[in-house]
DNA sequence: ACATTAAGTGATT
DNA sequence: AATCACTTAATGT
């Protein structure tokens, strides 16, 4: 990557507080910027992961599948984070258990996996970063292990669309019922019914293709 | 105007 | 809460 170019300022900009400088020359020396559009897959169950991301700008969605093809929402993976999955797939080199896909118009930066076990060792922030980022992903693996233990549908769905929400910085969420239905392992009659109940209390409106929550 | 896709409904398990 | 079978409504060509 030359250097000063708008890619390296970019870079600087998103994960620069991550890390210290002298690391960050070296991603930005030895990285390469990735570019996805909407829906596009990074990994399948079963692949080898040969980098590691971190997303600049976008949103990805780890998905775990059945032997069906079904979905089931994991996680979301958003700017200046990095996928759990994929740090424990290089270290150990074994293959992926999950999907990962780009929500929208993604763009990552791809780490050479050789570098991750140096810059463990040789840079302090680097393991900080990785540390934090393997407590976060932990974390909502086992907010969403809870949703799905313990919340009534009802409940897990309208938590589906406030976290929805958040993550796209607006109330208008623009989604079928039948995508909802294959987050959440349901049928999209019953999310449809849901829904209704849902626009009965108040708490969202419904359009086709488009969700609108009233409230936070 | 017609075909396609999203969403709604009632009955059944 | 899921599934079936069907209807109605919205949208693209």
Redesign the pocket.
């Known amino acids: 990557m030359e250097p000063g170019s708008a890619e390296q300022i970019r870079i600087k900009e998103t994960i620069g507080y991550l890390f210290e400088d002298e690391l960050l020359k070296e991603i930005i020396q030895l990285s390469k910027i990735k570019h996805l559009e909407a829906e596009e897959t990074i990994i399948n169950i079963g692949e080898k992961i040969p980098f590691l991301p971190i997303i600049l700008s976008g949103t990805i969605k780890v998905v775990r599948e059945n032997d069906q093809g079904e979905d089931l929402l994991l996680y979301y993976i958003e700017s200046g984070d990095t996928c759990a999955m994929t740090m424990q797939c290089c270290v150990k080199s074994t293959l992926s258990e999950v999907k990962a896909l780009a929500m929208e118009s993604t763009d990552l930066l791809m780490i050479p996996l050789e570098k991750m076990e140096q810059w463990m060792s040789k840079y302090a922030s680097w393991r900080a970063y990785i540390l934090q980022s393997y407590h976060y992903r932990i974390q909502e693996l086992i907010e969403t292990i809870d949703a799905i233990a313990f919340m009534?549908?009802?409940e897990r769905l309208l938590k589906y669309l406030k976290d929805q929400a958040k993550l796209m910085g607006t109330l208008e969420i623009p989604v079928?019922?039948?995508q909802i239905a294959d987050d959440l392992?349901?049928?999209?009659?019953?999310i449809?019914?849901?829904?209704?109940q849902l626009e009965t209390k108040g708490d969202i409106k419904?359009?086709?293709?488009?969700i609108i929550l009233k409230n936070l």
């Open positions: 009534k549908l009802d079928t019922h039948q392992n349901s049928s999209r009659v019953v449809s019914r849901l829904l209704k419904i359009t086709r293709n488009k």
